[in-house]
């Protein structure tokens, strides 16, 4: 397992200073961990801060936004990238969910304050206040056409609201607990939620109703993804013919981040299990790579990366630390995560 590098405080703003200081940690498994500071000690000609070091730390390349930082003793580096911007003034508290519209003209975020919000991508000013959820909302998401929200939350409701107007247009109720995550099938007739009960379902928009309950696992389903499943991967048939209402289900399968420590696929129109993969511990979130891998999330800090067709073993377990993974995000030829610490 690879040692991890980290700057323990806002460095962008601590080393704007004229004498700024920003706190450094290497942290290698299985070894005391190595402590140090870099501090600013003032600008070059071009404008560009000039860094230096604490013993057993070595910085290299350094622009306006980024810093590239080695430990040598444990032989890793890592770049540290300053926010491009950051609003302070969404929320008040934590944000526990966001996600950008299609076009990247607005944002939607909950957070532990209780608030679901709309705001402008570009500055971060509020548009709407989505109300109407009983306790904390859990996920948000734009559907592809970046006018409408899909919500869930601890009230076992699923939501879809105008982000126009900020009303809630339909209201699905079904779940016995909490709504934990939610997914989009195409460009959004039908819509997938799963829940503290248990339970994965698909949602009519239309009709205002439950198509059927994809899974039950009688554990939490912590995340989903859906995605096209490889052609050569056996779905299953569904036991009875899907409704009409069903669209886009076809040749898709739904990825099911469990609590009891289980990654599960099922075919989306067949409710059929595809695999069932055991991991460290309960997973978090799951995505798509491709039609072919996939990546899942787990409470322990590792990352497992699976190919569907044969999830005997998984291709590889990335671990930069032991902070829960939360999120994982396809990005160009790679992705991103984030990490509880």
Not at 64 to 70: D, F, G, T, V
Not at 137 to 160: E, T
Not at 320 to 336: C, E, K, N
Request: aromatic share 6%.
């Amino acid at each position: 397992m690879a040692a991890t590098l980290r700057i323990q405080s806002d460095w962008s703003r601590a080393l704007s200073r004229d004498e700024g200081e920003a706190w450094l940690s290497c942290r290698s498994p299985g070894k005391p961990t190595l402590y140090g500071s870099v501090t600013r000690r003032g600008l070059s000609s071009e404008g560009v801060p000039d860094i230096a070091a604490s013993e057993g730390f070595v910085v290299g390349e350094v622009t306006k936004k980024s810093i590239l930082i080695s430990c040598p003793h444990e032989n890793v580096s890592t770049k540290f990238l300053a926010p491009y911007t950051s609003f302070c003034r969404i929320h008040q508290k934590s944000i526990t969910c966001l996600d950008i519209s299609s076009g990247g003209g607005l944002g939607v975020s909950t957070s532990t304050d209780g608030t679901m919000k709309i705001w402008q991508a570009a500055n971060g000013e509020i548009r709407r206040l989505l109300e109407g959820h009983v306790y904390d909302v859990n996920c948000c998401r734009f559907f592809p056409s970046g006018l409408v929200v899909l919500s869930g939350g601890m009230d076992a409701q699923l939501k879809i609201w105008s982000a126009e107007d900020a009303s809630c247009v339909v209201t699905f109720k079904g779940h016995k607990g909490g709504i934990l995550d939610t997914a989009i099938v195409d460009r959004g007739r039908n819509v997938l939620s799963c829940s503290r009960d248990g339970t994965a379902r698909l949602w009519d928009c239309g009709k205002s109703a439950c198509l059927g309950v994809i899974a039950d696992c009688g554990s939490p389903i912590n995340g989903i993804a859906v995605g096209t499943a490889d052609n050569s991967l056996n779905l299953g048939t569904p036991e009875k013919p899907p409704s009409e209402r069903e669209v886009g289900t076809e040749g898709k399968i739904l990825l099911l981040a469990r609590e009891d420590k289980k990654l599960q696929g099922v075919g989306l129109q067949s409710r059929q299990p595809v695999f069932l993969f055991v991991g460290s511990d309960a997973f978090n979130c799951c995505t798509f790579l491709s039609s072919t891998y996939i990546l899942a999330g787990t409470q322990d800090g590792n990352i497992y990366q699976l190919d569907v067709r044969n999830t005997n073993a998984p291709i590889q377990v990335i671990r930069r630390s032991g902070a829960p993974v939360l999120s994982l995000l396809p990005y160009r030829d790679g992705f991103i995560a984030s990490q509880g610490n």
